[in-house]
């Protein structure tokens, strides 16, 4: 039996669609995108209920609300890198800019783990089989991989800006793993790649459906991204959305340390 909360995430979908195209002002600005992508976690969430028999919003509450919450405060953590690296800009986005801005980022984190988690309801990926050999050399160098790819946008942002989107799993992917936290690295040790490869195309997906509703958008955002600003899908260069393929992994990564710093 389909849930009702999908149900409810197909009317806000098409809500946020009518908003979107016909412009009705000023609800279009302030509510087409919150509409659209509380809409879509609601109704995936319910279709991995459906294929599934479990899902976040049914079965663990506490953390599926958690993730809105937490979700702003990682976008932030971006937009303060973006100071530096300026590879995207805001357009007519309403005011005050903070709390528009605080409730948009609030879906981002939950869509993707939704998308991964039915992703993960196909047997499609339970066929990948492939583990990796984890020794301290090989953690060390993961942690110092990250610590460069984070200082490096900041130093040289016109070269090294596409680092933001990996810096965040190499580092803290294998503290999580040393602090026996959720880890990508610890499924990967145990031969279960099923994670990094449900994250990785569950946010790709996410993110065509950000370019693709952004492009329509009446509040939106433009990439302004040195040498491989061609060929654009939407407002998105081609290559750019393989910056989505990691993003999907820091979030985790960032997710499981943060849940950390609060687990007895």
Not at 41 to 65: E, M, P
Not at 124 to 130: L, S, T
Not at 225 to 234: A, D, S, T, W, Y
Request: proline share 5%; hydrophobic share 55%.
């Amino acid at each position: 039996m389909f849930k009702l909360h999908g149900y409810i995430g197909i009317i806000l979908i098409i809500m946020g669609e009518i908003l979107m195209f016909y412009r009705w002002e000023p609800f279009s600005t302030y509510l087409f995108f919150t509409f659209l992508w509380v809409g879509f976690i609601f109704f995936v969430d319910a279709l991995v209920y459906h294929r599934s028999g479990t899902s976040r919003f049914i079965n663990h509450q506490k953390q599926f609300w958690l993730l809105f919450v937490i979700s702003s405060l990682f976008w932030w953590f971006y937009e303060l890198l973006n100071i530096f690296i300026d590879n995207w800009r805001y357009e007519n986005v309403g005011q005050p800019e903070w709390l528009v801005f605080t409730v948009a980022f609030s879906t981002v984190l939950p869509a993707v783990f939704e998308a991964s988690d039915f992703l993960s309801t196909f047997i499609w990926f339970d066929k990948i089989k492939f583990k990796l050999t984890v020794t301290n050399k090989k953690i060390s160098g993961s942690i110092f991989i990250g610590i460069f790819a984070l200082i490096l946008p900041f130093v040289l942002p016109k070269y090294t800006f596409s680092l933001v989107w990996i810096s965040m799993f190499f580092l803290l992917d294998p503290i999580n793993y040393r602090n026996k936290q959720p880890s990508i690295i610890g499924f990967l040790q145990k031969g279960k790649p099923k994670l990094l490869f449900t994250l990785m195309f569950g946010t790709l997906l996410c993110g065509i459906l950000w370019e693709f509703w952004n492009y329509w958008a009446p509040a939106k955002w433009y990439y302004f991204v040195p040498f491989v600003g061609f060929f654009k899908i939407f407002e998105m260069p081609i290559l750019g959305f393989l910056g989505y393929l990691p993003f999907g992994l820091s979030l985790y990564a960032m997710y499981n340390f943060f849940i950390s710093l609060f687990r007895k």
